[in-house]
């Protein structure tokens, strides 16, 4: 499998702690709770990102990184998460051409509870938990993850909420290897409907497919006004 280019996202500023963030992100969160070493480590980690003391974190399939700055020293993160396996990704695929809307939630920032029980009834592992999160950092500390992982850990569970395909790309599923995905199943089916003699609206998978799929340009439209209005409200409210 090829490896999706990386995805650079800009540092977040200094934040005092407030929302209640989304269910997926609490999810995360609660990942890297059952990661920690402990509360304190726990506090420092959340200390340091809501100081704004992370960098841009590059995400790329599997894994992310990010510098870290803790008084008047600097570290490296790298924290880690399993890949999805070409089966799992493949399925995670087809469930989202299963039903209309879902890619267009997913391009508007959503995750609805519905798809992720769809996709773990399926047997594909999406929201990570704590023993799947790995990490290293150049602070060397015993400690695994470090403070400063669990500070970059706790900005992606804050950037997962505002963006889910933050998290698919961690399990190996880029935004653009999604779309890509979902274009190659729509393109068969329509192909399998014109060899079968059948219009497109008596396939299931082109009827599921088929009008929100084919036009992904209003669906990315769609998207980057959702963004900008959640930039407004400040989605990286304390989650």
Known sequence: MTESP??????????????????????????VEEAA???????????????GAVGAITVTDGRAVAAVADGHDAFTVEVTVPVL??????????????????????????????????????????LPYGGELGSACTCEAWLDPCPHALAVLTQLAWLI???????????????????RDLHRLTASAASNASLTGESPGDSSASAASGDDLDDLAVAEDAAARAARLLQREDPFAEV
């Open 37 to 51: 070493y402990g509360v304190q480590e726990l506090r420092k980690g959340r200390t340091l990102a809501r100081a």
């Open 85 to 126: 396996g070409d089966g799992d990704a493949a399925a995670f695929s087809e469930l989202v051409a299963a039903e209309s809307g879902r890619i267009g939630a997913l391009l508007t920032g959503q995750l609805p509870h519905a798809f992720v029980e769809a996709v773990e009834e399926a047997g594909v592992e999406l």
């Open 161 to 179: 909420q505002a963006d889910p395909f933050v998290l698919t790309h961690l399990r190996g599923l880029s935004r653009e290897r999604v779309l």
């Open 6 to 31: 990386g995805t650079t996202h800009p540092r977040l500023p200094a934040r005092r702690g407030g929302g209640s963030g989304t269910w997926w992100s609490k999810a995360v969160l609660r990942a």
